[in-house]
């Protein structure tokens, strides 16, 4: 399983970033994906999910109405569409999959297969 998030950087506050997650050896159209991030000092967090077919599941309530999950089955790629960006989104962002759990409406897993992460700075 190889998973490599991409797409982050610097943004103002109220600025757009566009995250993908590039994958490969496993069955990408059967999986889930989850967008996960860590920022300084704290404990990883669910942020969004987005089901095998691709329809966007559980987002955290922080980011509700903000960042969207989505997943492009013939390119195998996942995205996070992230709007409206707050400095508290800062974080290192990260995709992740299992052969075995799937996200839900309302609820998360921690996925077994994790990629790099890729670091997102909303400061002015």
């Known amino acids: 399983v190889q998973l490599q998030a991409s797409g982050g950087g610097l943004v103002q506050p109220g600025g757009s970033l566009r995250l993908s997650c590039a994958a490969s050896g496993f069955p990408f159209r059967s999986q889930s994906i989850g967008w996960y991030r860590q920022a300084p000092g704290k404990e990883r967090e669910g942020v969004a999910c987005?089901?095998?077919?691709?329809?966007?599941?559980y987002h955290t309530e922080a980011v509700k109405g903000r960042f969207t999950a989505s997943k492009d089955n013939v390119k195998n790629t996942a995205y996070l569409q992230m709007d409206s960006l707050k400095p508290e989104d800062t974080a290192v962002y990260y995709c992740?999959?299992?052969?075995?759990?799937?996200?839900?409406?309302?609820?998360?897993?921690?996925?077994?297969?994790w990629g790099q992460g890729t670091q997102v700075t909303v400061s002015s």
């Open positions: 987005v089901s095998a077919g691709g329809t966007p599941m």
């Open positions: 992740a999959t299992d052969p075995v759990l799937w996200c839900g409406n309302t609820y998360m897993p921690n996925f077994g297969s």
